[in-house]
């Protein structure tokens, strides 16, 4: 059926067939794991509909805002530091690479066993399908991971790509390396859209990105009420799209949310019963539309209450700080708030076992599960002192790898069903 954006997407050139195929396949996922929530908040209205517009109205705004002038800068890891793109007058996205779409395109030119985020990335730009890749005018990688390292050297060939150096240890001659990355990376950004970054517009940026920041963490404080006021999904979801939507207006609507997440709370009322098993996800960070797992977690009679992730507390957890006068002092307040991301490509990454202890703790949760993309050698690898932390502390893990398809879904749903029947009081 034809559409309003039918016209954008091929000026995009994107394959129509094949995103049309895609967008329907979304949208009866979206349908099946979203709307069939029963007493779900007001405020997701706003959820939906920006999903419901993920391929539309967003890019729309996107193409318009390029028309004006302005770049957008895509990225695929918390690392890139938003805030001098915007200090540029430039839009972030992150690209979301959840999807299976385009697989097949992407193992032509990737080994097998590399994990689904790469897979995905790849096979969108390689099959046409996403118009964020699109309308980036830089892809910004960074070298997290050994897969992603080496993926983005072939995805250049296809995409303008620009690499920062993620150091690997905290030490001082990693911060330096750091601090020296983000100097680089503030040039190219300026170079690109061809405004320079000064105090005045820092300050700014900074501020925007931790009002953002601080709504989630807003939200997160609420949602740790007993009985639960929001589904674990829903708070997902609003992660991921925090990735994507206008920081202003997110942060507005997401303020709005928790206003009413606050009245829910007043009136003791919970999105599931209070004895509901209260589970925190840990690991991998889970882009659109990757919501099998939280689905199977809260089908089988369970409650997530928390997101150690990427998508979740590890990118809301710190604050730059705000104190910060000169350009040189708010950059380096950047640098040492980004050096605090407690990704498993650090070695040794004792924070996150202890960022992991203190949530479960705080949550009060009945059990963690630990959630890592097949071939994630980062993260598979850690779950392993993970569990050794939580098992110190009392609390129950179960370790999933799973990747983008639904071949295994049942096969998850009786794992869990059996460590949530396991971890109820
Ligand atoms: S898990 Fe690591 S590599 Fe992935 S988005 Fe987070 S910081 Fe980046
Ligand atoms: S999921 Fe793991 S292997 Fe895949 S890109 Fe992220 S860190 Fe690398």
Redesign the pocket.
């Known amino acids: 059926m034809p559409t309003p954006y039918d016209a954008m997407w091929e000026k995009l050139n994107l394959d129509l067939d094949a995103h049309a195929g895609l967008l329907s396949v979304l949208g009866k996922f979206y349908g099946d794991i979203y709307l069939t929530q029963q007493g779900r908040l007001k405020g997701m209205e706003y959820l939906d509909f920006v999903l419901s517009e993920v391929h539309g109205l967003r890019i729309q705004e996107l193409q318009e805002a390029k028309a004006q002038g302005k770049k957008v800068i895509g990225t695929?890891?918390?690392?890139v530091p938003e805030e001098l793109v915007l200090a540029a007058d430039g839009i972030q996205v992150g690209l979301c690479a959840g999807a299976e779409a385009g697989k097949g395109e992407a193992e032509k030119i990737l080994p097998r066993n590399t994990c689904a985020l790469i897979k995905s990335f790849v096979g969108f730009k390689l099959s046409r399908l996403c118009p964020y890749i699109e309308s980036s005018d830089l892809i910004v990688g960074?070298t997290?991971?050994d897969g992603?390292k080496k993926a983005y050297e072939i995805f250049s060939d296809y995409a303008p790509v620009y690499v920062m150096e993620i150091p690997q240890m905290k030490n001082a001659c990693d911060r330096d390396l750091w601090k020296a990355e983000l100097l680089r990376f503030k040039e190219k950004i300026e170079e690109i859209t061809g405004n320079a970054i000064t105090a005045p517009k820092l300050r700014e940026a900074i501020r925007k990105v931790n009002d953002r920041r601080r709504v989630l963490q807003r939200l997160n404080r609420l949602r740790a009420n007993v009985p639960t006021p929001i589904s674990g999904r829903d708070v997902l979801l609003i992660n991921q799209i925090s990735f994507y939507d206008d920081p202003d207006r997110f942060t507005a609507k997401i303020g709005e949310l928790c206003d009413e997440l606050e009245s829910r709370i007043k009136a003791g009322e919970g999105i599931v019963p209070k004895q509901t098993p209260r589970l925190m996800l840990s690991g991998?960070?889970m882009a659109v539309p990757n919501w099998k797992l939280p689905y199977v977690i809260e089908s089988s009679g369970a409650v997530i209450v928390g997101e150690e992730s990427?998508i979740g507390t590890?990118n809301i957890r710190d604050l730059v700080s705000e104190r910060a006068e000169t350009l040189e002092e708010m950059l380096d307040a950047i640098a040492d708030r980004y050096l605090r991301?407690d990704?498993?490509?650090f070695t040794p990454n004792t924070e996150r076992l202890d960022h992991i202890s203190e949530m479960a703790k705080e949550l009060n949760v009945d059990g963690v599960i630990h959630f890592a993309l097949s071939f994630c050698q980062p993260y598979t690898m850690e779950a392993f002192k993970v569990e050794k932390i939580l098992k110190e502390a009392g609390v129950p893990m179960l370790s999933i790898e799973t990747d983008y398809s639904m071949e295994d879904v049942e096969q998850l749903k009786t794992r869990v069903e059996a460590f949530v029947e396991m971890v109820r009081k």
């Open positions: 695929f890891c918390v690392f960074e997290t991971c992603k991998c960070p990427c590890r991301i990704c498993a490509c």
